[in-house]
């Protein structure tokens, strides 16, 4: 088994580079997989994306991402299911599964947690058959409560799988990132929970820095400089059947700075000594 | 009924005055009880502290605070337990029932969350006997999970009270600050379990700010000025059964730099408008 195996570079992590380098880095890091964002997607084309990741022998891990789904007037709510139905035939095209959502926050001006969440329901509810007649699966991400009002309303495991409930797990399933979910005391059992009821759709790994980033979401880091313990979570994921690819995510204003062959070699480094052992 | 009826000033939310000062502020307000910090209090002298608070007829809300129970070693253990006996004399002393604990994080180098919850945990078990013979109950406060790894492994109110439940109600309570569950989706069922177990001990209120501040512990802010919705949480923690004092707890830094007689004046009204209707 190489040391990079089910190891897959989410192109967020190596932000300056375009899909064309990010792709031929991975190449040259002998990692296997890639998880694009959309916008990196659009630059070189749907289809001329999915061939270039195709043609390199790579493959898709995930799309990152649609959602934003909180829109609380007629048009935000129409233009976010068009943005989303765009989202999934990408996804189609790329050949991945997965599609990831972060959900959206609070509309403008608003406070009414309680109903923000229902309108995610209720969007989900008119997204998902869309996206099962594509063979796309959505996938729920919740995201650190520190984003809920701006970012994601989806702010525990536990609750992304209470929301995929209506669903069946094919159309519908639930991310695990480390940043986002390592503090919640409920996560052995959801991880557990979310093997049982076969939704684990996803592995995101990257560490918690403190103190917190000037900028909040830039806190995300390279595997073993923040408070993770990821041979613990690693592992619950592990027992909770997950055998897919296992994707590094990091905004860090730093990691984005550096040389991006010389982050590929420390990612995979530290993959390789600390979570691929508990994979 | 006045409009500050039932309000409390945490003296962090006036950091530059003595307590001398946030007494006579809260007299010149009309503000009739204090929850003092420990600092603040040992520079006046604590039986002094008590004699002032009462001579002013304000009532004490609570003790701010004790708790960093998670050293790993037998030193830091012993002086955790013996600082919090301390702060357990002086919330008697000062006639206050409630002394809050900020439970602490993650040891140095640390990574295992679990095991310094367990800590926690085990230390409490040491601790409660005094507090009981002392007449105090040990208020346990969960914190935003953005301060799990440096101030508080206790990061929802459910998780809060499963940690009280060895314990009597009058001894092991739990506190509601609006800054740090607001986002929480099971807080409607905690705050109603806390209700209905008898340890709903402390409502404290400020608002969530965004952009979170650069200082990540900065980011309180006057109720009114962020996302929170203070009308539906205050229903939450009245339906279930809380008649207590409201603390309004603020560390921001243009707070601090304004005038203190300002921030009260301020703070009264907001209370006014948005949270005592709701209580």
Redesign the interface.
């Known amino acids: 088994m190489s040391g990079a195996s089910r190891l897959s570079l989410n192109s967020a992590t190596t932000k300056k580079w375009t899909l064309r380098e990010a792709v031929d880095g991975c190449v040259r890091a002998g990692i296997g997989a890639i998880g694009p964002w959309r916008d990196r997607v659009h630059e070189a084309g749907v289809p001329e994306a999915a061939a270039m990741i195709r043609d390199a022998g790579l493959e898709v891990s995930s799309l990152c991402r649609g959602g934003f789904l909180t829109a609380a007037d007629p048009t935000g709510q129409a233009a976010a299911l068009e943005d989303n139905r765009a989202a999934v035939l990408e996804a189609q095209t790329l050949g991945t599964r997965d599609l990831y959502l972060v959900v959206g926050g ?1 509309a403008e001006g608003e ?4 109903a923000a ?1 229902q309108r995610i329901a209720d969007r989900l509810k008119k997204l998902v058959p869309f996206a099962h007649d594509h063979g796309v699966r959505l996938v729920l991400e919740p995201l ?3 984003y ?3 970012r994601a ?1 989806i ?2 495991l ?2 992304a799988l ?1 929301l995929a409930e209506p669903f069946e797990p094919q159309d519908v399933g639930v991310a695990v990132d480390t940043f986002h979910v ?5 996560l052995r059992g959801q991880i557990a929970r979310a093997g049982r009821e076969g939704r684990l759709a996803s592995y995101q790994v990257c560490d ?1 820095n ?3 980033a ?3 979401l830039l806190s995300r880091g390279m595997m073993g400089d923040g ?3 990821f041979a ?1 979570i690693t592992g619950w994921v592990r027992d909770a059947g997950y055998t897919g690819l296992i994707e590094v995510e990091i905004f860090n204003q730093e990691i984005w700075d550096a040389d991006g062959d010389e982050t590929l070699a420390i990612m995979r480094q530290r993959y390789e000594e600390l979570v691929l052992p508990y994979a």
Chains 1, 2 share one sequence.
């Open positions: 609070l406070k009414d947690v309680v969440r650190h409560p520190m809920a009002a701006d309303l702010s525990t536990g609750q209470d390592w503090w919640d005391p409920a918690f403190l103190p917190i000037a900028d909040a408070v993770i313990d613990t």
